[in-house]
T-cell receptor, first 115, second 108 residues
Framework: EPEVTQTPSHQVTQMGQEVILRCVPI?????FYWYRQILGQKVEFLVS????????KSEIFDDQFSVERPDGSNFTLKIRSTKLEDSAMYFC?????????????FGPGTRLTVL | GQNIDQPTEMTATEGAIVQINCTYQ??????LFWYQQHAGEAPTFLSY????GLEEKGRFSSFLSRSKGYSYLLLKELQMKDSASYLC?????????FGQGTELSVKP
């Protein structure tokens, strides 16, 4: 069964450093998403991406964040200068469409720890 | 509005039935999902409702009333592995808005 994959599973970085989180969405999906979950809190939407551009972004997704689809398979989230409060689990998701019945499939997540 | 309200935690006995309720603000509604999340893992899809009524899928059923902004997830024949967080999730034009989740503990 096709699945979303993410690397690395765990990333530890120093405050102020840049990190790139990588995702490989399901191959026939057209819509891609990043969510984050701070420990003990709810899952929060960050950004959606379609046709090589951002469809929507949340207030969390400020100028420190960027997304890219560098080739036909990868989808990346970059944080330019990490802050302590960026420590969270970051989930990538993909879907065929955006209608109510279009399930979003989540990757296993990358746990980012900023020291 | 995006508020989603569901109980923080529930406890039930193995083999029993449990109902997890969710209320949400109705503006901009495009469908309601239920996801399951085990600690430290990704959310996994359980069900979706876009029209009023009951959707049944094995041991899991989900109900929706759009006029009341109300949904519930019904889990039958509970198993120990059903201990997890159950997330009530709104679809708002493609982006998912998650509730805090209901932590379900299944006891023997």
């Amino acid at each position: 069964e096709p699945e979303v994959t993410q690397t690395p599973s765990h990333q530890v970085t120093q405050m102020g450093q840049e990190v790139i989180l990588r995702c490989v969405p399901i191959s026939n999906h057209l819509y891609f998403y990043w969510y984050r979950q701070i420990l003990g809190q709810k899952v929060e939407f960050l950004v959606s991406f379609y046709n090589n551009e951002i469809s929507e972004k949340s207030e969390i997704f400020d100028d420190q964040f960027s997304v890219e689809r560098p080739d036909g398979s990868n989808f990346t989230l970059k944080i330019r200068s990490t802050k302590l409060e960026d420590s969270a689990m970051y989930f990538c998701a993909s879907s065929e469409g955006t209608l109510a019945g279009n399930e979003q499939f989540f990757g296993p997540g990358t746990r980012l720890t900023v020291l | 509005g995006q508020n989603i309200d569901q109980p923080t935690e529930m406890t039930a006995t193995e083999g029993a039935i449990v109902q997890i309720n969710c209320t949400y603000q109705t503006s901009g509604f495009n469908g309601l999902f239920w996801y399951q999340q085990h600690a430290g893992e990704a959310p996994t899809f359980l069900s979706y409702n876009v029209l009023d009524g009951l959707e049944e899928k094995g041991r899991f059923s989900s109900f929706l009333s759009r006029s009341k902004g109300y949904s519930y997830l019904l889990l039958k024949e509970l198993q120990m592995k059903d201990s997890a967080s159950y997330l009530c999730v709104r679809n708002q034009g493609g982006k998912l808005i998650f509730g805090q989740g209901t932590e379900l503990s299944v006891k023997p």
